[in-house]
T-cell receptor, first 116, second 112 residues
């Protein structure tokens, strides 16, 4: 089946650090990738949708300058949390899908970000 | 806007069947999904169903869709302790840039 790899799985860093999270589709071309944030015991909150080669579309309330998304190739998207602060601590999950409308999203294993 | 609702908790005995229910409001829904999330992990796609189908079966999993009532269910036969997880129902339609609208998740506890 479709495999999506997300790295790193866990990050602990000091406040003010920028953190980059990678999301790779290993065995298919991901024309669209999605970035989610999940708070403890809650559902997923979509942050942004990125299509390969174009700018990401951010959901309302998500700061595009804070959460930089790059989707430069059909197999890689990155999320950079710039100048991270403790309130950015969360579980970040990416998903990827192909251009075909009947194909579901396949998810990475998530990144747990802890800002001290 | 679109909404997806699920019951939050379900507890079953090992070997019994589990039925997790989901309702949605989007009448334009095209696909409906069930994802499984184990603690600290990402989401695993279990199964999905196209809106013109009534039922889909895959090994121990049976999905039933009542489009008239906008009701989706996931039945897990012979539930095992390894099935303990949170199960998310989600829907999408062709008109919303394929965004998924998520339920809050049902926490399934399987007791030995």
């Amino acid at each position: 089946g479709a495999v999506v790899s997300q790295h790193p799985s866990w990050v602990i860093c000091k406040s003010g650090t920028s953190v980059k999270i990678e999301c790779r589709s290993l065995d298919f071309q991901a024309t669209t990738m999605f970035w989610y944030r999940q708070f403890p015991k809650q559902s997923l909150m979509l942050m942004a949708t990125s299509n390969e080669g174009s700018k990401a579309t951010y959901e309302q309330g998500v700061e595009k300058d804070k959460f930089l998304i790059n989707h430069a190739s059909l197999t890689l998207s990155t999320l950079t949390v710039t100048s991270a602060h403790p309130e950015d601590s969360s579980f970040y999950i990416c998903s990827a899908s192909t251009r075909r409308s009947n194909q579901p999203q396949h998810f990475g294993d998530g990144t747990r970000l802890s800002i001290l | 806007g679109e909404d997806v609702e699920q019951s939050l908790f379900l507890s079953v005995r090992e070997g019994d069947s589990s039925v997790i229910n989901c309702t949605y409001t989007d009448s334009s829904s095209t696909y409906l999904y069930w994802y499984k999330q184990e603690p600290g992990a990402g989401l695993q796609l279990l199964t999905y169903i196209f809106s013109n189908m009534d039922m889909k079966q895959d090994q121990r999993l049976t999905v039933l869709l009542n489009k008239k009532d906008k009701h989706l269910s996931l039945r897990i036969a012979d539930t095992q302790t390894g099935d303990s997880a949170i199960y998310f129902c989600a829907e999408s339609n062709a008109g919303n840039n394929r965004k998924l609208i998520w339920g809050l998740g049902t926490s399934l506890a399987v007791n030995p």
